[in-house]
C-alpha cells in the first residue's frame, strides 16, 4: 500500500475514497477537507473567533487543533459533569492541550452550580443521563460564548455522529429533530450563539488517526454514561453497512446536507418565548436549566473559571 502523493508506504487507507496516505499527506488531507468543509458551508469568516466546546476526546481537541492551525482566534470551554474520575482526567486532557496550544480555556463545573453531578442532576429531572446531560450541556455552551462574545460555538461532532444521529431520528420519524442536525445554525442576537461542526464530513476513524499522528494526548475512555447508547448501536451497524459498501456514510450525510436547507426554510421553529430569569431561548416560562437551578439549588449561580495560557 503506497501513499497517493509520494509513493512511499502508506499508513491509513481510506477506502471511502479508494485511496491511501503517508502520515504526512494523510495530516494534510484531514487538514485540507476541515479547510474545505469551513469555506464550502461558509462556517467561518477570516478573523473570527470561535469557541470549541472540548470535552478531552479526540474529536474536540484535534478540531481545537486545526482550527489553530488554520489561523482562527479559538479557545475551549470544558464542562466538568462530575463524573468522578472520568471528568477529572478528561479535565486534565483537556487543560495540558490548552497549555500546549497556548489557547484559553473556560471550565464550568455542574458542582460548583449544583452542587450536584449528571447523574443526580438527571434524577431530578426525570431524565436519562444523556438527555440531561445534552440540554445541560447546550445551554452552557450557548451562555459562555454569548456572555464571552465569540462569533461562533464549534463541537467536533464527526461523520460518525452525524450519521448515527440521523439513522436514530429517521428510525423512530422524531420530525423535529430530524431536520436540526445541519452542519451551521444560525445565531440569534444576544440569545443564541452560532453553532458549527467543522468535522461534519471527517469520520471517527479519520480523526482518531489524526490525533494519534499528531500525538495529542486524548481521553481514551468513553463516558461511563454510554454503555448501551442506542447511538453506539447505529454506529456498529452502520460500520458494518460501511464496511460492505465504504462510502456509505459520506453519501448519506452529503445527501442530508443536500435537503437541510429546504426542509428548514419549510419549517422553521422558533422558540415560543424565552426565559423570564435568564433570557435565553426556552420552551416554557423559564427553560430547564434555570428550573434546574431553582429547585436543586436556589442559590447556586452561573460561573466559570479562565485559565488563560495564550503566549
Ligand atoms: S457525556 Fe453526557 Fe455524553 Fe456522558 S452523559 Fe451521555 S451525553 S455519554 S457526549
Ligand atoms: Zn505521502
Ligand atoms: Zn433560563
Keep these: 500500500m503506497r501513499c497517493r502523493f509520494c509513493n512511499s508506504k502508506a499508513v491509513i487507507k481510506i477506502r471511502a475514497y479508494n485511496t491511501a496516505f503517508c502520515s504526512d499527506h494523510f495530516l ?21 473567533s470561535v469557541l470549541v466546546a472540548v470535552s478531552g476526546g479526540k474529536d474536540s481537541l484535534s478540531l481545537w487543533h486545526i482550527l489553530k492551525n488554520l489561523g482562527y482566534k479559538s479557545d475551549g470551554l470544558y464542562i466538568h459533569l462530575g463524573i468522578d474520575r472520568y471528568s477529572d482526567i478528561s479535565l486534565e486532557k483537556a487543560v495540558n492541550f490548552a497549555k500546549k496550544i497556548g489557547g484559553k480555556l473556560f471550565v464550568v463545573r455542574l458542582k460548583e452550580i449544583f452542587e450536584k453531578g449528571i447523574r443526580e442532576l438527571s434524577h431530578t429531572m426525570r431524565r436519562k443521563s444523556c438527555s440531561a446531560c445534552g440540554t445541560i450541556k447546550r445551554y452552557i455552551m450557548n451562555r459562555v460564548a454569548l456572555e464571552e462574545k465569540y462569533d461562533s460555538l464549534a463541537t467536533g461532532h464527526n461523520l460518525d455522529d452525524e450519521a448515527s444521529s440521523l439513522l436514530g431520528n429517521l428510525l423512530y420519524w422524531k420530525e423535529p429533530y430530524l431536520w436540526k442536525k445541519n452542519i451551521a445554525l444560525e445565531a440569534e442576537k444576544d440569545r443564541l450563539s452560532r453553532k458549527i461542526k467543522p468535522f461534519f464530513l471527517l469520520s471517527e476513524r479519520e480523526i482518531a488517526a489524526y490525533a494519534l499522528l499528531n500525538g495529542i494526548d486524548y481521553v481514551q475512555d468513553e463516558c461511563p454514561y454510554s454503555v448501551g447508547a442506542k447511538t453506539l448501536l447505529y454506529k456498529e451497524i452502520l460500520n458494518r453497512i460501511e464496511n460492505e459498501s465504504p462510502g456509505t456514510k459520506l453519501n448519506f450525510v452529503k445527501g442530508y446536507l443536500k435537503r437541510v436547507e429546504k426542509e428548514t426554510e419549510d419549517c422553521k421553529e422558533k422558540p415560543s418565548n424565552y426565559c423570564r430569569l435568564c433570557n435565553y431561548p426556552s420552551v416554557g416560562e423559564k427553560c430547564a436549566f434555570c428550573s434546574l437551578l431553582q429547585k436543586i439549588n436556589p442559590d447556586g449561580v452561573f460561573k466559570y473559571e479562565k485559565l488563560d495560557f495564550s503566549l
Excluded at 494534510?28 to 473570527?48: C, D, M, N, P, Y
Aim: glycine content about 4%; charged content about 45%.
Design 28 to 48: 494534510s488531507f484531514v487538514e485540507r477537507r476541515a479547510k474545505e468543509t469551513i469555506r464550502t458551508f461558509a462556517l467561518l469568516k477570516e478573523g473570527e
